[in-house]
């Protein structure tokens, strides 16, 4: 079973910026569609974002033009830029396959947006 593990969540300001790290140490990690996902505090798990493996990406409507996926295959790597972030970003942020609904969960990276 893949193990990811997500990091570089934090405190941050209303209005700062932080960028997410997912390892993904997938023997053919090119050929998947990666995905980023958060929870909230009594919330359902949501999508937040989807890469392809060939690039193409696809946003939920709350973070459009605010957050930014990316991927580096040398690295195994899904990246999150997160800017101009809002108090409603707050959440647990994970990363995985979108596809594969026996991949486990990892432990999530905290974000928390406050002043």
């Known amino acids: 079973q893949v193990q990811f593990v997500e990091s570089g969540g934090g405190l941050v300001q209303p209005g700062g910026s932080l960028r997410l790290s997912c390892a993904a140490p997938l023997i053919m990690f090119g050929i998947y569609d990666m995905a980023w996902y958060r929870q909230a505090p009594g919330n359902q798990r949501e999508l937040v974002a989807t890469i392809t493996a060939g690039g193409r990406t696809n946003y939920a409507d709350t973070v459009k033009g605010r957050f930014t996926i990316s991927r580096d295959g040398g690295k195994k790597t899904v990246y999150l830029q997160m800017n101009n972030l809002k108090p409603e970003d707050t959440a647990v942020y994970y990363c995985?396959?979108?596809?594969?609904?026996?991949?486990?969960w990892g432990q999530g990276t905290q974000v928390t947006v406050s002043s």
């Open positions: 995985k396959r979108p596809s594969f609904l026996s991949d486990n």
